[in-house]
């Protein structure tokens, strides 16, 4: 049965063709979109009102979220969830947690939640919000699709200086030491999304322990996707330096028809758009979870199917995300 579909950082590179390929494939859905500034004054937001536009009988609206505020988190799940329960908005069908934060031209970042915003935007915030929403899917569940990177595994992705990693000391993920050298913001800064990426996937696994082991909850899966890397993504001009700026312009947009002969995962953001798209809403992957690298079947970073780290993690989580047992369904996370 169609329900709805969350999209976080509904108005980002792929996931505004992620949006035309929901309204387009998927009719019967509703497409909920959740961006940081949903006035018109973004022109990326304006952007995603024009691709609604353009399916008139469309359901889908557009809703205001700061993923770095768990204030706005809990007052968006908080409606959203009232209106499943008052018949405004079918059951979910899906979530897909698309929205990413980085900074690779400053140092570390803490939000007013007192935590890093790369963790928080990235991993801790989403891992709110499914938590408060497990309980509006509908008796035939759905899926959770975690957006991740090649970046959460060390040594796959060529800008990688430090490698990521959820160390002995997880505090420190949330509230980071000034481990992070003041003459390397670039390779510090990647180093804190790669292991954002890196949470996010590792929590997924824990996540759908939990959902199989709570009956109603058990038809709703998790799964982490590399969806590949967008040289055409405007991710390589906010918050970083100039030579990406340049690398994107002069190499990696104009060359990729060749670059990608070498490196399969490099795609445009249309094509990255559709198969996110079809891993989170299409009944060919119904009931899957795990890792998925596009649309293949994948295995993630040996740190991520660590069951001890998995289980050390979605305790912080809890902790980090500050979601009381009676504002989620899923109960057994707290026996």
Known sequence: MAGSVIVTGANGSVALH????????????????????ASDSDVNTKKLRDIIAQFPSAKASIHELDLASLASVNVFADSFAAGVSSGAY???????????YWNLVAGPELTADGYDK???????????????????????GGRVLLISSDSHWPGKNNMEKYPPSLGPDMDLLVKPAELDSADDVQGRGYQRYATSKLALTTWGY????????????????????NPGNFPDSRALTRNTPVSLHELQRDVLVPQLPNLR?????????????HDVVALAVSPAYK??????????????????????????LWAKTLEWAKVPEDKTALHVAFE
């Open 206 to 225: 824990a996540l759908n322990r939990y959902l199989h082991k709570q009956e109603n909850l058990s038809k709703i899966t998790a799964v982490s996707m």
């Open 118 to 140: 790369t963790l928080q935007v990235n991993h801790v915030s989403h891992a709110a919000l499914v938590l408060r929403l497990v309980g509006s899917f509908g008796p035939e």
């Open 90 to 100: 079918p059951p979910l069908s899906a979530i897909i947690c698309n929205a990413y």
């Open 287 to 312: 009931g899957e979870q795990g890792f998925y690298t596009l649309l293949e079947k994948d295995i993630s970073s040996p740190e991520s199917q660590d069951e001890a780290t998995q289980d050390k």
């Open 261 to 273: 002969l070498q490196m399969p995962t490099l795609r445009t953001s249309a094509e990255g758009g």
């Open 18 to 37: 992620a949006a035309e390929h929901l309204l387009k494939s998927y009719p019967d859905h509703t497409a909920v979109f959740i961006v940081r500034d």
